[in-house]
């Protein structure tokens, strides 16, 4: 079973507006991370929020995380068409001693003009 | 720095054939891993090396997969025989220390299994 679950499974917005998505997780992590996956390409690393963290931005991204909830969201504000991709979150577990990215199914998200 | 070349970038078989990718990761990583990612999920560890040994294989269906990292450098994920359900994305990535930080990740390999 995965280790992180996003919701929800798809968005459609349109340009300008902001993208919320939501990644939950089973157990203890020691990071949480974002990645973005254009259609038919690898994943690129957006940004990385430690478990001891609350809140990190990185230019027009905002990443919160509740280890009490086990939970996390990505906000993506003034979206543009370029940001039409699929996001997944990663976790690598308290348990893991070889950093290993557990991942969830992603989210879809298609930003019209 | 260059990024992690992967190898064919896509493959097109028939089942019961076999097929092999190639990952070179970025220079002085230590940790490579494999992912399968199927259509509409998210990516799963297959196997993960540090340096040339296997210290995860545990979800890598080893009766028709295998994996090898010459001199810990370069690595090699072959299938045989290949089965219909093995069509999906095949990520390599890697980092330098294994700790959980620092991924990269290249293109991957679309397999198509007919």
């Known amino acids: 079973s995965q280790q992180g679950e996003e919701d929800p499974q798809a968005l459609s917005i349109q340009e300008g507006e902001n993208a919320t998505m939501n990644c939950s997780y089973k157990?203890?992590?020691?990071?949480l991370q974002w990645y973005r996956q254009n259609s038919g390409r690898g994943l690129v690393h957006l940004i990385l929020i430690r478990s001891n963290e609350r809140e990190k931005h990185s230019g027009r991204l905002r990443v919160t995380l509740d280890t009490s909830k086990k939970s996390s969201s990505l906000l993506i504000t003034a979206s543009r068409a370029a940001d039409t991709a699929s996001y997944f979150c990663a976790t690598i577990m308290t348990t893991d001693s070889w950093g290993k990215l557990q991942f969830g199914a992603g989210t879809q998200v298609v930003v019209t003009p | 720095e260059a990024g992690v070349a992967q190898s064919p970038r896509y493959k097109i078989i028939e089942k019961r054939q076999s097929v092999a990718f190639w990952c070179n990761p970025i220079s002085g990583h230590a940790t490579l891993y494999w992912y399968q990612q199927i259509l509409g999920q998210g990516p799963k560890l297959l196997i993960q090396f540090q340096n040339n040994g296997v210290v995860d294989d545990s979800q890598l269906p080893k009766d028709r997969f295998s994996a090898e990292r010459l001199k810990g450098v370069d690595s090699t994920l072959k299938i045989q025989p290949a089965k219909l359900e093995d069509s999906a994305v095949y990520l390599c990535?890697?980092?330098?220390?294994?700790?959980?930080?620092?991924?990269?990740f290249g293109s991957g390999t679309r397999l198509t299994v007919v």
């Open positions: 157990t203890s992590i020691n990071n």
């Open positions: 990535a890697s980092s330098r220390a294994g700790d959980g930080y620092g991924y990269t």
